[in-house]
């Protein structure tokens, strides 16, 4: 069964850090994401990891502040949130798909989904 289950989300200061953990099951996974998803805003691709070799790609707005990471052993992939910020308050998705292709941000191109965390920064 495919199944994607995220933690770590909450509540955070302005400044604050948060981990974010997808435990993914069921099947092997070329590509594992974050995406995030505002009130009123559309979906946007956060970071992806390639799992293969580890490569990684990070939106403009979090790069220098957000980490992605696996552990292959736990197939487990991280998100380190540091540094967040008011805007950075949102539900937090897992996504995960079997082939490459396509922007890594389109989630259109994603076919796994988790149930969402939520993040929310206080200003």
């Known amino acids: 069964q495919v199944q994607l289950v995220e933690s770590g989300g909450g509540s955070v200061p302005n400044g604050g850090s948060l981990r974010l953990s997808c435990v993914a099951s069921?099947?092997?996974?070329?590509?594992m994401g974050w995406f995030r998803q505002a009130p009123g805003k559309e979906r946007e691709g956060v970071a992806v990891?390639?799992?293969?070799?580890?490569?990684?790609y990070y939106a403009d707005s979090v790069k220098g502040r957000f980490i992605i990471s696996q552990d292959n052993a736990k197939n487990t992939v991280y998100l380190q949130l540091n540094s967040l910020k008011p805007e950075d308050t949102a539900m937090y998705y897992c996504?995960?798909?079997?082939?490459?292709?396509?922007?890594?941000?389109?989630?259109?191109?994603?076919?796994?989904w988790g149930q969402g965390t939520q993040v929310t920064v206080s200003s």
């Open positions: 069921g099947y092997t996974y070329n590509c």
């Open positions: 996504a995960a798909k079997t082939k490459g292709g396509g922007r890594w941000s389109d989630s259109r191109t994603y076919t796994y």
């Open positions: 990891i390639y799992t293969g070799g580890g490569t990684t």
